[in-house]
């Protein structure tokens, strides 16, 4: 096929998966390499991504692309079908897009949604805004202005009768991104930016595999450019993450979730059946991600639902405890512990949490109400910024707004030897919503846990906010964005799984030195401390992810070198 190659003019550049600079039709990040491969390197049941920019000297029109199977030098192969291609869209955001979750009435181009088919979404660059692409059941096609300034467009819900009136519904059937990649438009001169995931199965042969992606003409379907793909498989599995500071404490990942049933069955025309399978599609999603700790409202009527999927209940938000007189309370914590108990055979370990940033004297007030759900076997869990001194009297989950970084290590610090049963966590700095997909994975992954937090607990998941300049102060807090068929991805939300990720291979690697120093011989001690000494010497901040990631990948393989002799 190679020798049918026409001379298209369509030069590729590998671009960082999850990288500080955006990738725009006329910009490069510093990072871009031309001709490059997209590679990636994963270890067995990871998902990973590489990303590549594609542009030509000529309009081309729509361009197919179709991905081979991976092969290494033994004949093992990754197949295609385990390889997902999407087009990084670059639409009309609010003017503090990529750095921040401020509101800002101006626009301007972003990228961020990650399509199979990228014409969902329209970009009208003269007209500076967004269309979403509505299909009919007859087959014909509107488009709903998603830029509209705000009051154009009201939004009044009406959960009884399932309606969000003059809204965009973003959960009905016509607005469905396309199952698999269908195509990209190049235009001259014009950069567009693609993402690769690859699902290594956990069975996976550990090498190099090597394939292509072929960029060919929609007419005739003539051979027009290939990308070469690499994927290094390491030979071993990723562990559940845990914290920095006790490899045995669960690093958890919560969020303020507004992913409900009755929203979504609003959001797609009042459909009940296909309400409950765009749930279970969004709930999939998360699990892929990394998100498995379910904070969802349904999370006890669709527990099924999120096992299936592969969420696990073990330190899951709950919901709220109830303030009264002490009977009251007494009534209503036995009363949810045996709901609990109908539901999971154990409310053991769940968390409850009561009210929103109030102060001291709050807490004060509400001892005896925590007192009672503690007795019952609860968690509670309080996001005050009253001191830490309170918060590890009370709280088993305490998150207040900080930096989870090393500027707030101290206070971490302080708060897991008060309280090592307990967890810290925090949240607002920033909320969800910056597109930088290289601040997702820095605030989510490394910041947080090597600062000594137990877990993130931000605000939040919102599946509406495809228009950016509705909102009053705060922009759209959008990880995900809903659409017929679950939900689309975004840039920030392989930020965020890349995030969890690189605790998982911190985990591994703490684990495995810290069994070497215990058991090992002096070369093996001598190579697990300074593995350790690369988490020591790191602020959390101050270097690039990805090569962190290779660091620790390197000390692993050299430590379980060491375990194999």
Not at 185 to 207: I, Y
Not at 235 to 254: G, I, N, Q
Not at 300 to 311: N, P, T
Not at 518 to 529: T, V
């Amino acid at each position: 096929m190679t020798s049918m190659l026409l001379l298209a003019g369509i030069v590729s550049f590998s671009v960082p998966a999850t990288g500080e600079g955006q990738v725009l039709p006329d910009s490069l990040p510093r990072e871009a390499v031309k001709d490059a491969p997209c590679a990636m390197v994963a270890a067995r049941g990871e998902y990973e991504g590489g990303s590549f920019v594609l542009r030509s000297d000529a309009d081309l029109g729509k361009v197919d692309m179709r991905v081979g199977d991976l092969k290494n030098e033994k004949g093992d192969v990754i197949p295609a079908k385990e390889l997902d291609l999407t087009t990084v869209k670059v639409w009309y955001q609010n003017s503090n897009a990529w750095v921040s979750y401020f509101q800002d009435p101006r626009l301007k181009l972003c990228p961020e949604l990650l399509l199979h088919d990228e014409d969902l979404v329209k970009v009208d660059t003269e007209k500076k805004g967004n269309w979403a692409r509505v299909t009919a059941k007859d087959g014909s096609v509107s488009y709903f202005w998603l830029t509209a300034p705000r009051g154009v467009h009201k939004r009044d819900v009406d959960f009884k009768v399932g309606r969000i009136d003059d809204a965009f519904l973003c959960m009905q059937p016509g607005f469905s991104d396309s199952p698999s990649f269908a195509g990209a438009t190049l235009e001259k001169d014009k950069n567009k930016q693609f993402m690769l995931t690859v699902h290594v199965g956990k069975d996976a042969k550990p090498g190099l595999y090597t394939g292509t992606i072929a960029v060919t003409a929609r007419k005739g379907g003539a051979l027009l450019h290939e990308v070469p793909v690499r994927l290094r498989v390491l030979d071993f599995e990723l562990p559940a993450p845990k914290t920095y500071y006790d490899v045995d404490k669960d690093f958890l990942s919560l969020f303020c979730e507004y992913v409900n049933m009755e929203w979504i069955r609003c959001s797609n025309g009042n459909d009940s059946e296909l309400a409950e399978r765009q749930l279970e599609a969004i709930l999939a999603d998360f699990v892929r991600h990394n998100e498995i700790t379910p904070s969802f409202g349904e999370s006890v009527k669709y527990r099924e639902m999120a096992k299936r999927v592969g969420m696990d209940f073990k330190g899951a938000y709950m919901g709220s405890m109830k303030a009264a007189d002490d009977a009251d309370v007494r009534y209503a914590a036995r009363n949810t512990a045996r709901s609990l108990d109908k539901a999971f055979g154990s409310h053991k370990g769940m968390m409850l949490s009561w009210g929103d940033e109030y102060g001291l004297n709050t807490l004060r007030a509400i001892r005896d109400m925590v007192e009672i759900y503690h007795e019952e076997g609860f968690l509670f869990a309080v996001n005050s910024q009253s001191g830490y001194l309170a918060g590890a009297n009370l709280a088993d989950l305490w998150w207040p707004p900080f930096s989870p970084d090393h500027r707030s290590a101290a206070k971490t610090q302080k708060y897991n030897e008060t309280a090592p049963d307990g967890r810290m966590g925090w949240y607002a700095s920033q909320h969800v919503g910056a597109e930088n997909p290289a601040f997702a994975r820095r605030q989510y992954g490394m910041g947080p846990y090597l600062a000594g937090y137990g877990c993130n607990y931000n605000y939040a998941h919102h599946l509406q906010g495809w228009n950016d300049i509705e909102m009053g102060l705060y922009r759209p807090m959008n990880f995900v964005y809903g659409s017929g068929n679950g939900c689309v991805d975004t840039l920030a939300w392989e930020g965020f799984r890349e995030a969890i990720d690189d605790i998982r291979y911190a985990t591994l690697l703490k684990t495995t030195a810290l069994k070497l120093i215990k058991e090992g011989a002096s070369e093996a001690r001598y190579a697990a401390r300074i593995a350790l000494k690369l988490f020591a010497d790191a602020k959390g901040d101050d270097y690039d992810l990805t090569t962190f990631r290779y660091e620790m990948i390197n000390h692993i393989q050299k430590l379980r070198a060491f375990e194999a002799k």
